[in-house]
């Protein structure tokens, strides 16, 4: 049987599929439901500072087995009231993740201290959703503001942060860059990636928004290409995204250098069995191919990582991690299990 | 997978609702809904009054905005439609108790059609505010149901609660199944007389709607989304949920109370729940 567990952000889980933001994740509940069914972590919806009930409908567009183009407009209940549901999955002793999202580095940083106050594991910085005025990638696109928004939300919780990335942008490697230097514990890319679908019939477009983001399969290859270029920019751990359903897929993204990733559109297609699906069928691929643990997947397609930084990156990735759980998480004990 | 149809045909049911036909080919089963989108404006969930066959319908009550929008679509005004979405009835009891309230005799007009046909004996517990709201009054005699009415007013049948009449019905005969879609509440007393009685129960459920595809969460209830489990679900199930009958959650996720309308015009009429 092979070993599932992954240490992203210097905490280990269980394994590396986690409940990618905004799937499933208005309720307590939902989120209990998708641990229970073999996700390694669940991450919350993204949460803002007060009440936001998100576009009108239609907020989903169903395009087939290419996947699914959605302008939900960041529902949530806001961070006052949330924290109730969080605490449904936190007693229950699942390993909770907080999205927030803010349009400012003031509303980051508070957003930041009160979701480090509900007893999730780690907090997840939405700089990337495509379709929120004045949220996500408008704020996300600019490495500066990436920076100055994670500096100041590292410097105001103990956490681990995990600043989620656009690929609506020419240089995600940038980006990841300005996430790295702003104190950033991991990367998670990418978000969906902006497109519109049009009514012929009607000559309109058919979500309310108009714009709206594509996920699922259709983008599993940008993501793919994003991790890789990331992996080349930065030594943080990556947590990759995009039309992840399978094994095979995981497999993928772990070559291109993610340490874990998260699933969404999947649970429309599959349910959310897809989590225990994946888990058992990607240690069976591991079993076959002789792999003991993800740490021989990780980054193994860049070629020359051998010879150029193979096993010296994975020594000096796990120092750096070392170094930043001891500087960044103060007083924590070594990862727990989780 | 959305498809844009015409309406057909329109017939005005009651004062206050009218089925919209058109043609949709995908099958569907009793008790599944569609997304129903009026172009340029909402999308709604709207269980399916007519289910079989290419030409299906909605019965559509005036309850908010979008579907005071809806309710006066007129031929050949047109739809977006996607789904159907979610389960529906079990059709197999051969003695069923139907108790429809208010516009939710709407899904349980083709589930007990469907079930008469197949050889059940169904009897209708039907409640509105007044008599000509009740809704499928005839269509459920002509499949052979037994009715049993009830009216806020007491214009026609039992003056009062169609769940008072409900339980009139549990304790006279006895029944493999009950049925029930209408105000929560009062599918709420329904179900707990139904569970207390050892009687298989189900509710069909509404809830905010968002993407239908069991992924958002907007419908989540307790720990089911009601657009895949449901909406049709056990009420042994839906007895056991703290806030089923009491709370749903609203655009943002928030779990807020039903506003219950106050007696008498309210018995029937829908608590202000998700319906837009």
């Keep these: 049987m092979a070993d599932l567990t992954t240490t992203v952000a210097g905490v280990r889980w269980r394994n590396p599929l986690w409940l990618a933001s905004g799937i499933w994740g208005e309720s307590g509940e939902s989120l209990r439901g998708a641990y229970e069914a073999g996700a390694g972590a669940v991450i919350t919806k993204s949460i803002g500072s007060g009440p936001r009930p998100g576009y009108p409908n239609p907020t989903v567009e169903p395009l087939g087995p290419v996947g699914m183009l959605n302008a939900l407009g960041l529902p949530n209940p806001g961070i006052e009231e949330y924290p109730r549901e969080i605490e449904k999955a936190v007693s229950a002793g699942v390993p909770v993740i907080g999205s927030i999202f803010g349009g400012s580095a003031n509303e980051f940083t508070a957003l930041a201290r009160a979701m480090s106050r509900t007893g999730v594991r780690a907090i997840e910085l939405n700089l990337s959703c495509p379709h929120a005025e004045g949220f996500g990638t408008e704020v996300g696109s600019d490495p500066h503001l990436v920076e100055r928004i994670v500096r100041r939300v590292r410097a105001a919780t103990t956490l681990p942060v995990i600043a989620k990335l656009t690929p609506n942008t020419s240089d995600p490697g940038a980006l990841a860059r300005a996430a790295e230097r702003g104190g950033a514990n991991a990367v998670s890319a990418i978000n969906t990636v902006r497109g519109l679908a049009i009514e012929p019939e009607l000559r309109r477009p058919v979500l309310a928004h108009g714009i709206g983001g594509l996920s699922g399969p259709a983008i599993k290859p940008v993501g793919l290409a994003c991790v890789w270029q990331i992996y080349e920019a930065i030594d943080l751990p990556i947590v990759g995204i995009g039309g992840i359903s399978t094994a095979t897929d995981v497999v993928e993204y772990l070559l291109a250098g993610a340490s874990a990733v998260e699933i969404g559109t999947a649970v429309a297609q599959d349910g959310i069995e897809v989590f225990g699906t994946v888990a058992k069928a990607l240690s069976d691929w591991m079993d076959r191919h002789g792999v003991g643990e993800l740490a021989e997947l990780i980054g193994a397609a860049h070629p020359g990582r051998r010879a150029k930084r193979g096993s010296p990156r994975r020594t000096r990735s796990v120092a750096s991690h070392r170094r930043r759980r001891v500087s960044v998480v103060r007083g924590r004990s070594p990862p727990a299990m989780l | ?276």
């Design chain 2, 1 to 276: 997978m959305r498809s844009v149809v015409p309406v057909d045909e329109r017939v005005a049911e009651t004062p206050s609702t009218a089925t919209l036909r058109f043609d949709y080919p995908p099958t569907a089963e009793p008790g599944q809904f569609v997304m129903v989108w009026l172009p340029g404006d909402d999308e709604l969930p709207m269980s399916l009054s007519y289910v079989e066959g290419p030409q299906k319908g909605i019965t559509v009550k005036a309850m908010g905005e979008s579907s005071a929008r809806l309710v006066r679509l007129r031929p050949p005004d047109r739809l977006g439609v996607r789904g159907p979405y979610g389960r529906g009835f079990d059709l197999s009891p051969r003695r069923i108790l139907v108790v429809g309230g208010g516009s939710g005799a709407a899904v349980l007009a083709p589930a007990a059609e469907a079930a008469a046909r197949a050889g059940a004996l169904v009897d209708v517990a039907l409640g509105a505010t007044t008599r000509e709201e009740l809704l499928f009054y005839e269509r459920f005699r002509a499949m052979g149901a037994r009715l049993f009415p009830a009216t806020d007013d007491g214009s026609f049948g039992y003056r009062g609660y169609v769940s008072d009449v409900a339980r009139e019905r549990l304790g006279s005969e006895s029944y493999q199944a009950v049925w029930t879609c209408g105000p929560e509440l009062m599918m709420r007393k329904v179900l707990e007389e139904a569970e207390r009685r050892s009687v298989a129960s189900f509710g069909s459920v509404e809830r905010v709607m968002k993407c239908a595809l069991g992924m958002c969460d907007a419908c989540a209830l307790g720990p089911f989304h009601v657009c895949r489990d449901g909406p049709v679900l056990p009420g042994r199930r839906l007895l056991d949920l703290e806030e089923f009958g009491r709370a749903f959650r609203n655009a943002s996720g928030r779990l807020t109370p039903f506003e219950v309308r106050r007696a008498p015009s309210g018995r029937t009429g829908r608590d202000r729940g998700p319906g837009r």
